[in-house]
Nanobody
Framework: QVQLVESGGGLVQPGESLRLSCAAS????????MSWYRQAPGKERELVAR???????YYPDSVKGRFTISRDNTKNTGYLQMNSLKPEDTAIYYC?????????????WGRGTQVTVSS
């Protein structure tokens, strides 16, 4: 069984930074994709960053240039560096990891960490 544990959330002022971590444990396929999503109250969960097994990354326009996703495969840990935070970044941030072997898809989520950006 795979477990994901996020950490690093908190309360910051606009313009400040936070670094989230996602520690993965269990039987994890090496060629996996790790993503960070967020969900604000009353809104749908949205993708904020993705890193593929080869190292390519994707960001939506809402966070491009401010957020950076990375991973340390030796530690089975992913990171989300968030700079120039805005009040609209306030949400619960979730880590996701997934992979597919033949026709079987494996998809795991953490429980989330709260990020609040407020003055």
């Amino acid at each position: 069984q795979v477990q994901l544990v996020e950490s690093g959330g908190g309360l910051v002022q606009p313009g400040e930074s936070l670094r989230l971590s996602c520690a993965a444990s269990g039987s994890i396929f090496s060629r996996n994709t790790m993503s960070w999503y967020r969900q604000a109250p009353g809104k749908e969960r949205e993708l904020v960053a993705r890193i593929y097994s080869g190292g390519n990354t994707y960001y939506p326009d809402s966070v491009k240039g401010r957020f950076t996703i990375s991973r340390d495969n030796t530690k089975n840990t992913g990171y989300l560096q968030m700079n120039s935070l805005k009040p609209e970044d306030t949400a619960i941030y979730y880590c996701n990891i997934n992979w597919a072997i033949l026709s079987q898809r494996y998809d795991y989520w953490g429980r989330g960490t709260q990020v609040t950006v407020s003055s």
